[in-house]
C-alpha cells in the first residue's frame, strides 16, 4: 500500500475586471470565493490565485469590491499578481495600496513590493515592482510581475516586461529551488512570449525549460487553454469579469509527485468535483508510465466536495469495465491499485455525495514508450496548445478579447 501523504492543490480564479458592486461578476466572484474557502477550510486547496486584471480601469473604488468580497473569507489564503488592467490609466497606485492591504498581510503570505531603478524611455525612474516567492506544500511557487516595469504611456503602451533586477531574481531562486530538490510553479499573468523585450522573452522560458518548472498558470487569455510542451505545463483559466468561454469558475490546478494535473470547475455545477492526480494523461505528461507497474496502475485522485468523509465515496473504471472502490489515502485524494489490461485506453474516476450529486474525469494514462517532444521554436507561447477537450474544460476556440473575441 502505498504511503499517506498531501499534494499540492490551488484554485486559480481568473481575470476579474471588477468594475461595479451590483454587477454579475461581483456576485459570481462572491460565490466563488465562498466555495472556494469552504474547500480550503476542509483541508482540500491551499489558496486562491488571483491572476491580475483584478480591477477593469485600476481604481480605488473597484478594488474596494474586491477587498469587501475577501473579507467575507478571511481565512482563504490569496496569492494576487497584477494584470495590464491594473495600470489601465498609466498608474498602479491603488493597485500598489491592494498589494501591501492583501499580498502584505498574512492570508497573502506577508510579502512586501520592491523598489528598483529601471530604465524609462527619457529617465531612470524607481518603480515598484510586486514579486515574490515561498514554498507552499512542498512546491516552490514564484510570482511575477509583468507589469510594473513596463511604460504605461502613451506611444508605449501597457507593455509586458520584466525589468533586469526581477529576471535575476528569478534566476537565482529557481537554482536555488533546485538544489534544494524542491520541484517550482510560476504564476503570471501571461505567456512568456508575449513580454516586450526579445531578450526577457528568451530568457524567461529558457529559465522555465532549464529548470523543468512544472506549472506556469496565467490569466490574461480569458479562455481556459492548456499548452503542455513536454516538461512544463502552461496554463491558463477563463476571464470571471469578461467571460465568452462558458460557464463561469475556477480553475483547479495539482502537483502529485512527478504528475502535473489540471482541470475546471464550473460554478454552476454543485460539488463534488475529482481531478485524477496520478497517472498523467498522455497529453499532459512529462515521462513515461513506470515500467515496473506492468500489468497494474496506480491511480490517486484529488476530491473536492462539502461532504464530510463517510458521506461520499469514489470508484475506478476501466474502459468499459467493473468499476473499482478507491480509499483515501491522505486528507484531499483517493487511491486504488488496479490491474491494467494489455491495450487498455481510457481511466475514469467517479465520486459521489449523499445528496444525489456526481462526478467524473476521465483521462488517457501516458503509455511505457513515451518520449517527450523536443523544445519548440516558440518556447513559451501557445504553439503547444491543446484542441477541445471538454472533460477538462477546454472549448479550444480562444474565444476572448486577446484573440479571436470581442473588444471590451
Known sequence: MRAR?????????????????????????????AEVAGLHRSGLLDFAFLPGDLAEDGEAAQYAILRAALDRQPDLPVRLIAGDHDRQHGTMTDFDALFAAVAGSPRGGGHAARRHALPRPRDAASVTQSYYAETIGGVHCLFLDMISAGYGEKGFGLDFRLGPRQLAWLEDALAQAARQGLPCAVFTHTYPDDLCVPHERAALAGLIRHHGVRLVEMGHTHYNELAPDGRTLYAAARSVGQNEDGSVGYAVAAIDGAVTSWRFKPLDRALPFVMITSPADRRLATAPRDAALDGQIDVRALVLTDQPQGAWCCRVRIDGGASCPMVPDGPRTVHAWIPWPEGARRLAVTVTDGTGNADTEVIEPVGRTFVPPPAHERPGSDTCRLPAWPEKGLRGDQLGPNRNGRHW
Request: cysteine-free; glycine content about 6%.
Open 5 to 33: 501523504h498531501g499534494i499540492f492543490a490551488f484554485a486559480h480564479i481568473g481575470d476579474l475586471h471588477l468594475e461595479r458592486a451590483e454587477d454579475r461578476h461581483a456576485d459570481d466572484l462572491r460565490a466563488i470565493l
